[in-house]
């Protein structure tokens, strides 16, 4: 990953920013990512959308570091260069629902270097519950992971992403499987921590209903950058409509 300052020059309003330059991945001869540009500034939430096979997978593998690419993804904070460090959320992950870890017990496996076999002492049960305080999800503490709802899980999967603090947070499809309601609460919290924290929140979504209301900027990919703008620009426009086939031009 080469990090290096962008921000120079007036370029960036903001005092930190990700910027990726000219990102290229290829499978063999082909080219999956073509010349990809993306800038965000911390504090904004962004949505990465565009059709099946588009790239989205690919391109924040790029951005984890799971997949080689060509150009630079730079984070820059204060004016200065920074070791980028990201908080990810996967996609809807399943467990058995009979199986007996609890939340606290996946949260001493994922943070302590203890066995999760011994017994939680009490700084460790703190360390959780406050971890659970930033999504509002202390009572899930003692929960099996089994046994928690979508919208449970999804609490769940964010907390541990944000342990530690990073500088971007990477949701893949949060929004799949959760009802309206569990939706609106996600985007509440996603909201309210970007404002707490100060920190770039970049999400994948095929369910566009809640861009217009909680999102800065929309991407829209399909193998390029197709279009970047507000959710209202993005979504009724020409290459929305071309993108995802539907007739009679803008929508």
Request: glycine share 10%; net charge negative; proline share 4%.
């Amino acid at each position: 990953m080469v990090i290096h300052n962008h921000c120079r020059g007036g370029d960036c309003n903001h005092a930190c920013c990700l910027k990726i330059e000219d990102l290229t991945v290829k499978f063999g001869s082909e080219i999956v990512l073509d010349h990809v540009g993306l800038h965000m500034h911390c504090g904004q939430i962004a949505a990465l959308i565009g059709p099946n096979g588009a790239g989205k997978s690919t391109l924040i593998r790029a951005i984890l570091g799971q997949q080689p690419y060509e150009g630079s993804i730079a984070f820059s904070a204060d004016g200065k260069s920074q070791q980028l460090r990201i908080g990810y959320v996967p996609q809807s992950p399943t467990f058995d629902r009979g199986d007996p870890v609890s939340v606290l017990d996946l949260f001493r496996c994922c943070v302590s270097k203890k066995p999760a076999f011994l017994p939680a002492g009490k700084a460790m049960r703190e360390k959780v519950l406050a971890s659970l305080a930033t999504v509002h999800g202390e009572g899930l503490i003692d929960k099996r992971i089994g046994a928690l709802s979508g919208g449970e899980l999804q609490r769940v999967l964010l907390a541990l992403a944000l342990e530690p603090m990073p500088h971007i947070l990477i949701l893949d499809e949060p929004l799949s499987g959760v009802d309206v309601e569990g939706m609106e609460l996600l985007m509440e919290m996603l909201d309210e921590i970007r404002k707490k924290f100060d920190l770039s929140i970049l999400m994948t979504t095929h369910d566009f209903s809640m861009l217009e209301r909680y999102v800065d900027k929309v991407v829209l990919l399909q193998k390029k950058v197709l279009r970047t703008g507000t959710p209202l620009d993005v979504l009724s426009s020409q290459e929305f409509a071309q993108a995802f086939h539907m007739g009679g031009g803008a929508v």
